[in-house]
């Protein structure tokens, strides 16, 4: 079915008959094509007046002749969410390239219509012809033609130099490189009549080409991180490929380790364990290179996009993951499909499970501690023993990354006199660790009169307040998301003594001051100071601590 972007408001789907449904009935046509309803469904969206066949309604057991338009108006119905935090990263006059998550649709299918990619990108720039295409779940690389032109120029030559794609599969990939070369055709032994399985030798059944080049790029024996480049384009060549050499796709319901689960999904009784089986909630597929040339400029243009998983027995433990950076960084590890565990607070106060919770962890994320305390003995001795009790259990391979501060170079208070002795109690007993010295970060859920100029400012101003005294200093911050985006960068190096996380914000204090107390919003760092802001005028007033003096958040 065809899809045109003059109704963006509704859905309206259209087909022609051609040679092979002529003398169908409408009923019969409708069955057969779109099985995701029964004959009763069809008969009930006949009579609801949702089918037309051209322009008008007619009854189910009209026969069909040929190019007859068949129209399908369906109604409004609640559309399941879907991950509409796409990248835009090339556009130009004829073109886009577009950076798609997993779980996102790109054509309107089933019952995604507004949440879909084509609906997004239509709304915005109006009708699109997508280049090549991904499925829901995978992720990566697109490109989109602005006009019929530039697609045709797609279409006509062979302008797509190389398309890669990252995949982890289970198991341990038996070579270096392997290159798969056969056919693919309808999976016999399947009760899903989409899947499809790989052949190195010419198949009875109806079949086409497939070859793809595979390369191993990272094993742990269990899993295995590969990198697919495609020489033809089949339906799920990669996957079913895959599947058919004994290395299912992890978090692929098809094509994982039991197509079972994907009978599952339509009644949602997928079990837990089978929901720990899979791994990820998607499949691990993502297009991440992407080298054209360019259909009117001639030039070559190259896309590479990082894939948003990982090994999972590179698993990351995240300390003080109730806090607030603690609780953003296990937001962007969700959001990119990166293993995870927290390290809860109890943890501290039962070594066994401490223990057991790192056994294998590669890298720690230690956000937990205290940076203000009345008492300073407290602090430093609170701080330091959490650092004595990770030396004591992680793996001699794990590597520590010490969420600090740049003031630890030059500043001598209990907070940072903690930071630096947990360095060197680290060092001396051979962990491996790096300091991740981070500015003076922002975001909703920071604590005012704690550790947040920003969020300080944002509380008095939600309650109509003002500070005691705002001195002319400047300040140099970074949004928590950065700031995530930052740590998670420094994880992908190799590990070095600190790493420092630049600000992003230059902002004097009065002017921080006079933009939350604007009410109207002027820029984009207006939104993001506006979120603070927000938050406070939402939040419980319970859970905001007391103040004491506004300018105490400067000193340090």
């Known amino acids: 079915m065809k899809y045109t972007p003059q109704s963006l408001e509704r859905r309206v789907v259209r087909t022609a008959v051609d040679w092979s449904c002529c003398g169908q009935t409408l009923i019969a046509f409708l069955v057969s094509r779109f099985p995701y309803r029964d004959k009763e469904g069809w008969q009930k969206a006949i009579a609801g007046g949702e089918i037309t066949l051209n322009g008008k309604n007619i009854p189910p057991e009209t026969v069909l002749s040929l190019h007859d338009q068949v129209e399908y108006l369906p109604k409004e119905l609640p559309e399941p969410p879907a991950d509409m935090d796409f990248k835009i990263v090339y556009e130009d006059k004829h073109l886009l390239v577009i950076d798609k998550p997993g779980n996102l649709c790109v054509h309107p299918a089933g019952p995604f219509f507004k949440h879909t990619l084509w609906h997004a990108l239509c709304s915005r720039f109006g009708e699109i012809h997508f280049v090549n295409r991904l499925d829901r779940e995978t992720s990566g690389l697109m490109i989109a033609a602005k006009d019929r032109e530039t697609a045709s120029g797609f279409a006509k030559r062979e302008l797509l130099r190389e398309k890669s794609y990252t995949v982890m599969v289970y198991g341990e990939f038996g070579e270096e490189k392997k290159h798969a070369r056969g056919f693919l055709a309808k999976d016999p032994n399947s009760p899903v009549r989409k899947k499809r399985h790989f052949y190195l030798t010419e198949p009875s059944v109806p079949s086409e080409t497939a070859e793809t080049f595979l390369e191993l790029l990272e094993s742990s024996g269990r899993h295995s991180l590969l990198k697919a480049t495609l020489v033809t384009g089949r339906m799920h060549q990669i996957r079913a490929t895959l599947c058919s050499l ?176 947990a360095m060197t109690l680290f060092e001396n007993a051979g962990v491996r660790a790096s300091a991740l010295l981070m500015p003076n970060t922002f975001g909703p859920g920071s604590k005012p009169f704690y550790n947040s100029v920003v969020s300080t400012f944002a509380l008095l101003a939600a309650r109509g307040e003002t500070p005691e005294r705002i001195e002319n200093v400047m300040l140099e911050l970074l949004p928590v998301r950065d700031l995530c985006a930052g740590i998670l960068s420094c994880l992908e190096q190799p590990p070095q003594k600190m790493f420092l996380i630049p600000h992003t914000i230059t902002l004097p204090l009065p002017e921080l001051w006079e933009r939350l107390g604007r009410r109207q919003i002027k820029d984009m760092l207006d939104d993001l100071l506006f979120e603070v802001r927000e938050y406070f005028e939402n939040a419980d007033p319970r859970q905001t601590l007391s103040p004491t003096r506004a300018d105490t958040m400067i000193k340090n």
């Not at 692929?252 to 380790?257: C, E, I, N, W």
């Not at 001639?298 to 027995?313: I, Q, R, W, Y």
């Not at 294998?360 to 305390?373: N, Q």
């Open 246 to 421: 004994g290395y299912p796709v992890v978090g692929d319901k098809l094509y994982g380790p039991d197509e079972n689960i994907y009978l599952k999904q339509k009644t949602e009784s997928i079990t837990p364990e089978e929901k720990r089986l899979l791994i990820l909630s998607r499949q691990a597929l993502h297009a991440s290179k992407l080298v054209f040339e360019h259909p009117f400029t001639g030039k070559v243009l190259s896309f590479e996009s990082p894939a948003p998983f990982s090994l999972p027995d590179t698993e990351i433990a995240v300390t003080g993951a109730e806090g607030f950076i603690g609780s953003f960084m296990v937001r962007e590890l969700k959001k990119r499909d990166i293993s995870f565990i927290r390290i809860p607070r109890e943890a501290f106060e039962d070594e066994k499970q401490l223990a057991s919770l790192l056994s294998g962890v590669k890298k720690v994320l230690h956000f937990a501690g205290i940076s203000r305390h009345a008492d300073g003995e407290y602090l430093y001795q609170t701080n330091m023993r959490l650092a004595q009790l990770l030396v004591q259990h992680v793996d001699k391979e794990t590597v520590i990354y010490l969420a600090s501060s740049p003031h630890v170079l030059t500043k001598d208070l209990p907070y940072h006199k903690s930071k630096r002795d």
